[in-house]
């Protein structure tokens, strides 16, 4: 428990599929800090695990959602209006591209991956952020995860990074256009963590290595450590920040050699 109380606040939750998930490591963050969520799942395969997980909270609720599906995200925050009548907080915790490409050369990643890549992993953003804002009543906090490769090259992340170049970008765009609702949009550079989605990434666990033995804390982080900015980012003690990406990477991010 940290020494922020967000009790009567509400948020929704994009991109748990599993305990390792981010999403999952901010919303259990927030929810000990009084939030009531609302969690969204893919498909129904992840249904009954975030079903599950939620069940440990006092009062979640899930919603289907595949982020490629113009008519679930509308029904996700119809829903959510229904059940909470007002919304804070919205994270945006998801990415996804074909495995083919997350691997080999970038040049090879075809026109139909790359729309795939970008459309999951970065234009999801948009409508999130769209359908969130009328339910931001009283201002709001986004918060979407990224990742260095968005500035730098990784091999392996490929098509990713594009992704979440564009993200970022995103998140500077909106904050500007959604900063008169007093709604601020900001993304967490994470360093690597052992999720699904990590182990995706070709080379992962050496990436993972390197940053460890580089990083100015001299090992990796932790989900807590993205949820506890999370949990800033949610609260009062964030309120001029906003078009950010900060990174939690232990410093990884200012080293050259
Ligand atoms: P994860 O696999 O637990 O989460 C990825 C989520 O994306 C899953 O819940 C999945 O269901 C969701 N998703 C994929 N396609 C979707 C679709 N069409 N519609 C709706 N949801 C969809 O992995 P994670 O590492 O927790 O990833 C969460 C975010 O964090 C991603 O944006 C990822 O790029 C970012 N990130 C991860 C790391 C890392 O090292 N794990 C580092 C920096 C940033």
């Known amino acids: 428990m940290y020494p922020i109380d967000l009790s009567g606040k509400k948020g929704i939750v994009f991109g748990v599929a599993n305990d390792r998930s981010i999403a999952w490591a901010i919303a259990s963050v927030l929810a ?17 695990r975030v079903d599950r997980l939620a069940g440990t909270l006092d009062g979640a609720i899930t919603l289907p959602c ?3 599906d113009d008519q679930q995200i509308i029904d996700v925050f119809q829903h959510t209006a229904e059940a909470f009548g007002e919304i804070s907080f919205l994270v945006h915790s998801i990415a ?9 050369s970038f040049s090879d990643t075809g026109r139909e991956g790359f729309r795939l890549a970008l459309e999951i992993s970065a ?6 952020v769209k359908h969130a804002a009328p339910l931001m009543k009283n201002g709001g906090s986004v918060i979407a995860m990224t990742f260095q490769a968005s500035q730098r090259v990784y091999p392996g992340y490929n098509v990713m990074g594009t992704a979440k170049a564009a993200l970022e970008h995103e998140v500077r765009q909106l904050a500007y256009e959604f900063g ?6 900001n993304a967490i550079s994470a360093g690597p963590l052992d999720t699904l989605a990590a182990r995706g990434i070709h080379g992962f666990l050496d990436m993972k290595k390197i940053h460890a033995e580089k990083a100015p804390l001299q090992r990796n ?5 993205v949820a506890k900015t999370a949990l800033f980012l949610c609260s009062d003690l964030s309120s001029g920040i906003t078009g950010s990406v900060i990174p939690v990477d232990a410093g990884y991010h200012i080293m050259a050699v």
């Open 96 to 104: 996804f591209a074909n495995r083919d490409d997350l691997e080999g």
């Open 66 to 68: 595949d982020a490629s």
């Open 180 to 185: 008169e609702q007093n709604i601020r949009v």
């Open 221 to 225: 982080i932790t989900a807590d450590e």
């Open 123 to 128: 234009f999801s953003l948009l409508p999130l």
């Open 32 to 48: 000990k800090a009084g939030v009531q969520l609302a969690f969204t799942y893919q498909n129904d395969r992840l249904k009954e």
